[in-house]
């Protein structure tokens, strides 16, 4: 009995080594060497307030604002208005920022919450850039708490940090609202993603992230997930070049309206941090050089 279970067991190791071979084969063959940051013509415009075609600026030009303010948005036409109105509403009040205001970036197709945000990014102009959701989830006034967390990692090395809202601190609280199913595939990715790819941030998929200029030019250069994982590889490629990180606890209410589908966008999700560990570990992602747009 003891030899047929033994023949098993190596069997059984045999088969999950086989397949681990086989999906690591697959990363490599699928993926693409460098990141795909092609801006179409139509994308390098946009409409100011006389209705005319002004061409946008590019990351690697010099700041000519204290703060950029990207915010994704796809079919948002319910939540964007009232996080809109909360975000103006408190810039305004800091007279620092001027009141050169909005920019719609509008796109050829369909890239993802990622691609649509670092063609944002690329398009910035200020010395500090801050991602927010269209949800509004996160409380506006937050962003002083990251710049705070920003402040307190000087010196930068190379001019970079980043500070991400969490809201890990309110795990507990989340847990309890949600079915046991939710809560089993929420730790399920967080040990993904701890595992894989990104060691000592609790909460890497808080939309509310606040980028140094040259921070956010080195990460999202070399960004190649465009959907919802972005966040772990950005935040991968930022320990890779050993840019400080700060994990700052913001405000955060749950919004409806969320585009995500609970057990299919999370099983995108594990695929997508399991094919950025094994890209990077095979070679077929590398992150030993820095391209600019074309």
């Known amino acids: 009995m003891l030899p047929l279970v033994l023949q098993l067991a190596v069997l059984g190791m045999v088969l999950v080594a086989a397949v681990l071979i086989l999906i690591a084969f697959i990363a490599f063959v699928t993926a693409t060497k460098m990141p795909h940051l092609h801006q179409y013509e139509e994308e390098k415009f946009f409409l100011n307030a006389r ?3 002004e061409t946008l600026p590019s990351i690697w030009d010099s700041p000519t604002k204290q703060l950029s303010v990207v915010v994704p948005s796809y079919n948002e036409e319910k939540r964007l208005p009232v996080m809109m109105d909360e ?7 800091r ?18 919450k990622g691609g649509a945000i670092r063609m944002g990014v ?15 989830a996160t409380k506006f006034p937050d962003v002083e708490k990251l710049e705070k967390g920003l402040t307190d990692l000087q010196p930068w090395p190379d001019q970079m940090a980043i500070a991400c809202g969490s809201r890990a601190h309110l795990e507990k609280e989340s847990i309890a609202q949600r079915s046991y199913f939710r809560t089993l595939l929420m730790y399920g990715f967080h ?44 935040l991968y490629i ?3 070049f050993k840019i400080p990180i700060a994990e700052i ?13 609970p057990f299919w966008s999370w099983l995108q999700m594990g695929k997508d941090l399991l094919f950025i560990r094994l890209r990077y570990l095979t070679g077929a992602w590398r992150l030993d050089q820095v391209r600019k747009m074309n």
């Open 122 to 136: 690329f398009s910035s102009r200020g010395k500090k850039i801050l991602m927010a959701d269209a949800d509004g």
């Open 51 to 53: 209705g005319q075609k």
């Open 95 to 112: 007279q620092k920022y001027g009141s050169d205001k909005v920019r719609v970036i509008t796109l050829v197709k369909n890239r993802g």
């Open 191 to 234: 040990f993904l993603v701890w595992f894989l790819c990104v060691k000592g941030i609790r909460d890497t998929q808080c939309g509310f992230k606040l980028l140094t200029r040259e921070a956010a030019s080195r990460t999202f250069s070399s960004l190649h997930i465009e959907r919802w994982a972005f966040d772990v590889e950005l």
């Open 238 to 240: 930022a320990q890779f």
């Open 249 to 261: 606890a913001v405000n955060w209410t749950e919004i409806e309206g969320s585009k995500l589908v």
């Open 87 to 93: 975000a103006l509403g408190y810039l305004e009040e």
